[in-house]
C-alpha cells in the first residue's frame, strides 16, 4: 500500500495540472470501489474549480471552490493518469513495478478545463481497494477517515516529548507503535523499519522503554523522532518506493528503494558501518519486520 512519501509525490505531480482547473464533468464508470461513490458525487463535483490539492496522512485531499474536499485514498494498487491534448499519458507517483493502465481499471475520470487546455485526470484501480469520499472543508477533522489521526511524520506537532506522552508506560512494540496512526499519521512498514533501524531501535522493543519514570523522553526517542523526519524527506526527495503497484503521474519509477537500509534485505549484510550484522526478518501484527539484530537494541 502507497505510504505517506508515495501519497505526497503523488499530490505534487498532480498539483499543476488539477490546481485552477474546472471540473466540466466527474465520470464514474462504476458505483463502488472499497465503499460505495458518495451519493450525487457526480453532480457535487461536475462544474466544481479545484482551489488546491493537499494530503493528510496517506490520504490525498482535493479541495473545490464549493467548499467540499474530495477524500482519496490510493489503496492497494490505485493510481491518477493525467491525458492531456494529443494522447500524451502522465502517471503521478514512483513504483518498482509499473502501474496498470488497462482502460478496463479507469473507474473515475476528472473531465478539466484549464490555463493549459481540456485534459483528464484518470482514477485507475485493478484491485479497487482505494476509495473517494467528499467532505465539507470545515468538518474533514470530524471525517470518518480523517478522525483521530496523529501529527504528520513531516510536522512541527511531532516532538519526542509528544511521543513521551504517548509511549509512557506502554509496552506495546515499538513498531506497532508507529504503525498506530492515532500516534503518528502515515507511517508504514516500510518506512518504519527504515526509521527504526536508523534509530539503532529494535522494533519489537516495548515502547515505554523510551521514556524516563518521571514521563520524560530519552535521547533515544529523540534520535528515533530525528530518524522519521529523515527517513520520510529522504524517501519523499527519490520520489517514493517502487513497491508493486505504485507509480507517480507521469509514469516514472520511484528510487527510494535502491536506498533501503533494512527492508527486503533479509540475510543481507547490515549496511550501519563498522556493525559486521546481518539483516533478519520477523513477523509482527501479520507483517514482515526487517531489522538488524546486531545494532538495534
Known amino acids: ?88 499519458s502522465q502517471t503521478p507517483g514512483d513504483f518498482r513495478c509499473e502501474r496498470s493502465k488497462d482502460e478496463k481499471h479507469d473507474h473515475a475520470i476528472f473531465h478539466l478545463e484549464g490555463k493549459g487546455g481540456e485534459r483528464r485526470v484518470i482514477y485507475n484501480d485493478p484491485r479497487r481497494f482505494g476509495f473517494m469520499d467528499i467532505a465539507d472543508r470545515s468538518e474533514l477533522q470530524n471525517n470518518p477517515f480523517l478522525f483521530g489521526l496523529g501529527p504528520e511524520p513531516t510536522g512541527n506537532e511531532l516532538s519526542a516529548t509528544y511521543l513521551a506522552e504517548r509511549f509512557a508506560g506502554k509496552a506495546q512494540p515499538l513498531k506497532g507503535a508507529l504503525l498506530d496512526q492515532k500516534n503518528v499519521a502515515g507511517l508504514g512498514n516500510i518506512y518504519v523499519c527504515e526509521a527504526l533501524w536508523r534509530a539503532h531501535l529494535m522494533p519489537a522493543r516495548a515502547a515505554g522503554t523510551l521514556v524516563t519514570k518521571t514521563g520524560k523522553p530519552k535521547e533515544q526517542l529523540s534520535l528515533l523522532v530525528a530518524s522519521i523526519r529523515s527517513v520520510i524527506a529522504d524517501a519523499i526527495k527519490a520520489g517514493g518506493s517502487s513497491l508493486r503497484d505504485h507509480i507517480q503521474t507521469d509514469g516514472s519509477l520511484g528510487y527510494f528503494q535502491h536506498s533501503f537500509s533494512v527492508y527486503d534485505r533479509e540475510s543481507l549484510p547490515c549496511r550501519t558501518p563498522g556493525c559486521g550484522g546481518t539483516v533478519s526478518r520477523i513477523v509482527q501484527a501479520g507483517r514482515s519486520t526487517f531489522y538488524c539484530p546486531d545494532c538495534q537494541k
Open 1 to 88: 500500500m502507497p505510504e505517506l512519501p508515495e501519497v505526497e509525490t503523488v499530490k505534487r505531480g498532480l498539483s499543476p495540472a488539477m490546481e485552477g482547473a474546472r471540473i466540466e464533468r466527474l465520470e464514474l464508470r462504476r458505483g463502488d470501489l472499497r465503499f460505495p461513490f458518495p451519493e450525487n458525487f457526480e453532480d457535487q463535483v461536475s462544474g466544481r474549480t479545484i482551489i488546491g490539492l493537499g494530503r493528510r496522512a496517506k490520504y490525498l485531499l482535493i479541495d473545490l471552490d464549493s467548499g467540499k474536499t474530495i477524500i482519496s485514498h490510493l489503496g492497494m494498487s490505485g493510481s491518477f493518469r493525467i491525458e492531456q491534448g494529443p494522447p500524451v
